[in-house]
């Protein structure tokens, strides 16, 4: 049996959540656990390309998935290796020939809403008419809702420290294949896009959500991805909207509990589940 190509990467894991005292309206002390926030510097082939604020929970996958999702390496099989220090706050990316006009790809730039200053690179917003999801698939409102249902019972970083966007990658049953959190919640889409690439998850059947807002990244990030399906405990902005219509993707909002709304794609949504 062939085995899979996965680019050599490290397993730099930092401590998810710090614990400190803090006092209360009464002047009480108590102990409170908060989430870490660390820098990352990515390098490519030695040349800086940007810095990233990052909870750390899985930098790897997040330095792939920023370079997926910025069109700046097309295969995962583009990658030799994926090296994360800590001591340094830096990602050392070596890639196997290099990124053809990676200076001016990077000049050219908008920074996003996204906590932590995202950024999309400016000709993602041209590419946008080259996207294509798969016009079959399909959702239901009883899958849809099991997902909520499995969203409010995981375990979460938030729970314990707050300060953190939640994403998650299910498959078409709304079951969670992969959790990310992070303080910018278009660092969690780049880790889920990373690990997709590197676990060779297919997109065609999954449900992306997300506690973040639905803007114009998220929306152009799931796309990219392929994914049919966001979902979002949040609200979304215009451009999210205008863009989720261009490129045809069913977008949910405010969903939380058996609560939801359908802003876009009704055509592959399919209401099946009892009244409560």
Same mark, same amino acid.
């Given at each position: 049996?062939? !085995?899979?190509?996965?680019?050599?990467? @490290?397993?730099?894991?930092?401590?998810? $959540?710090?614990? &400190?005292?803090?006092?209360?309206?009464?002047?009480?002390? @108590?102990?409170?656990?908060?989430?870490?926030?660390?820098?990352?510097?990515?390098?490519?082939?030695?040349?800086? &390309?940007?810095? +990233?604020?990052? +909870?750390?929970?899985?930098?790897?996958?997040?330095?792939?998935?920023?370079?997926?999702?910025?069109? +700046?390496?097309?295969?995962?099989?583009?990658?030799? !290796?994926?090296? #994360?220090?800590?001591?340094?706050?830096?990602?050392?990316?070596?890639?196997?020939?290099?990124?053809?006009?990676?200076?001016?790809?990077?000049?050219?730039?908008? #920074?996003?809403?996204?906590? *932590?200053? *995202?950024?999309? =690179? *400016?000709?993602?917003?041209?590419? %946008?008419?080259?996207?294509?999801?798969?016009?079959?698939?399909?959702? $239901?409102?009883?899958?849809?809702? @099991?997902?909520?249902?499995?969203?409010?019972?995981?375990?979460?970083?938030?729970?314990?420290? /707050?300060?953190?966007? /939640?994403?998650?990658?299910?498959?078409?049953?709304?079951?969670?294949?992969?959790?990310?959190?992070?303080? *910018?919640?278009?660092?969690?889409?780049?880790?889920?896009?990373?690990?997709?690439?590197?676990?060779?998850?297919?997109?065609?059947?999954?449900?992306?959500?997300?506690?973040?807002?639905?803007?114009?990244?998220?929306?152009?990030?799931?796309?990219?991805?392929?994914?049919? =399906?966001? #979902?979002?405990? !949040?609200?979304?902005?215009?451009?999210?909207?205008? %863009?989720?219509?261009?490129?045809? %993707? $069913?977008? =949910? /909002?405010?969903?939380?509990?058996?609560?939801?709304?359908? =802003?876009?794609?009704?055509?592959?949504? %399919?209401?099946?589940?009892?009244? @409560?």
């Amino acid at each position: 049996m062939t !085995s899979i190509y996965r680019p050599e990467c @490290s397993n730099a894991k930092r401590p998810l $959540t710090f614990e &400190i005292m803090a006092q209360d309206e009464k002047g009480e002390a @108590s102990r409170l656990f908060i989430a870490g926030e660390n820098p990352l510097t990515l390098y490519i082939d030695k040349q800086e &390309i940007v810095t +990233l604020m990052t +909870l750390g929970q899985c930098p790897e996958a997040l330095a792939i998935g920023y370079l997926r999702n910025q069109r +700046l390496i097309e295969h995962v099989e583009d990658l030799v !290796s994926v090296q #994360v220090d800590w001591e340094v706050n830096a990602c050392a990316i070596t890639t196997r020939k290099g990124i053809r006009n990676l200076s001016a790809r990077l000049a050219k730039r908008t #920074v996003t809403t996204g906590c *932590g200053q *995202g950024t999309v =690179f *400016g000709n993602l917003m041209e590419e %946008i008419d080259s996207i294509h999801l798969p016009p079959e698939a399909r959702l $239901t409102e009883s899958v849809l809702l @099991s997902l909520l249902d499995n969203m409010r019972t995981h375990e979460t970083i938030y729970k314990q420290a /707050g300060a953190v966007h /939640g994403c998650a990658l299910t498959d078409n049953l709304g079951q969670i294949l992969i959790y990310v959190e992070d303080v *910018g919640r278009h660092n969690a889409v780049d880790a889920i896009a990373g690990q997709m690439w590197l676990d060779r998850l297919q997109p065609e059947d999954k449900i992306f959500y997300t506690t973040g807002r639905l803007t114009s990244e998220m929306v152009i990030k799931c796309a990219q991805m392929g994914i049919p =399906f966001l #979902v979002s405990r !949040s609200g979304l902005t215009q451009m999210g909207y205008e %863009i989720a219509c261009q490129v045809g %993707i $069913t977008l =949910f /909002g405010r969903a939380h509990g058996r609560h939801y709304l359908l =802003f876009h794609g009704e055509d592959r949504f %399919i209401r099946d589940a009892l009244p @409560s």
